[in-house]
T-cell receptor, first 113, second 115 residues
Framework: TQLLEQSPQFLSIQEGENLTVYCNSS?????LQWYRQEPGEGPVLLVT?????EVKKLKRLTFQFGDARKDSSLHITAAQPGDTGLYLC?????????????FGKGTKLSVKP | KAGVTQTPRYLIKTRGQQVTLSCSPI?????VSWYQQTPGQGLQFLFE???????NKGNFPGRFSGRQFSNSRSEMNVSTLELGDSALYLC??????????????FGQGTRLTVV
């Protein structure tokens, strides 16, 4: 079973700071997804990366997929309190299933005003 | 377009009881998956249903079961509840968005507390 390791586990920063969170595996990802989960809500899909070396930007969020497709990072520029939440990476487990996602344990981000 | 709806939002049950949770997926989505989220283990896959058939099952005991109806709505049932079953239960409906791409949409979850 492929394990996804996320770091750091917790991150508390001030508004305006930059941060990077990481997702790593010992196996190659077919694709990787990043989700954000706010308290009391379900996870919301932010992005899917598929190609090694791929970089995707979503406003102040930059997602990078490692060349070897074993790691990914999420960089947030000028963090805002609204970025507070649990950031999860997930990998699709194949076997004909479209719903079998394996999740990392997440990075809990707190952005203080 | 309505999102994924889970009911109830909160539930308190006693050890030994059973519970049924409900999930209505996004219209047109035929795949429904269930996940258990706890602080210690994170999000763990329970099972997936597609067109009323269980397609995949995670590593959970047989006390956890589910089903899907012809309108794609799904229910999950936990029998003989244990304290360790206290968790947020999340339902997701999804569809293929291209090669290696799945779009999964989660409900708000049902917070189950077993006392």
């Amino acid at each position: 079973t492929q394990l996804l390791e996320q770091s750091p586990q917790f991150l508390s920063i001030q508004e305006g700071e930059n941060l990077t969170v990481y997702c790593n595996s010992s196996s190659v990802f077919s694709s990787l997804q990043w989700y954000r989960q706010e308290p009391g809500e379900g996870p919301v899909l932010l992005v899917t990366v598929v190609t090694g070396g791929e970089v995707k930007k979503l406003k102040r969020l930059t997602f990078q997929f490692g060349d070897a497709r074993k790691d990914s990072s999420l960089h947030i520029t000028a963090a805002q309190p609204g970025d507070t939440g649990l950031y999860l990476c997930a990998n699709l487990r194949y076997g004909g299933s479209q719903g079998n996602l394996i999740f990392g344990k997440g990075t809990k981000l707190s952005v203080k005003p | 377009k309505a999102g994924v709806t889970q009911t109830p939002r909160y539930l308190i049950k006693t050890r030994g009881q059973q519970v049924t949770l409900s999930c209505s997926p996004i219209s047109g989505h035929r795949s429904v998956s269930w996940y258990q989220q706890t602080p210690g283990q994170g999000l763990q896959f329970l099972f997936e249903y597609f067109s009323e058939t269980q397609r995949n099952k995670g590593n959970f005991p047989g006390r956890f079961s589910g089903r899907q109806f012809s309108n794609s709505r799904s229910e999950m049932n936990v029998s003989t509840l244990e304290l360790g079953d206290s968790a947020l239960y999340l339902c997701a409906s999804s569809f293929w968005a291209g090669k290696d791409r799945v779009e999964a949409f989660f409900g708000q979850g049902t917070r189950l507390t077993v006392v």
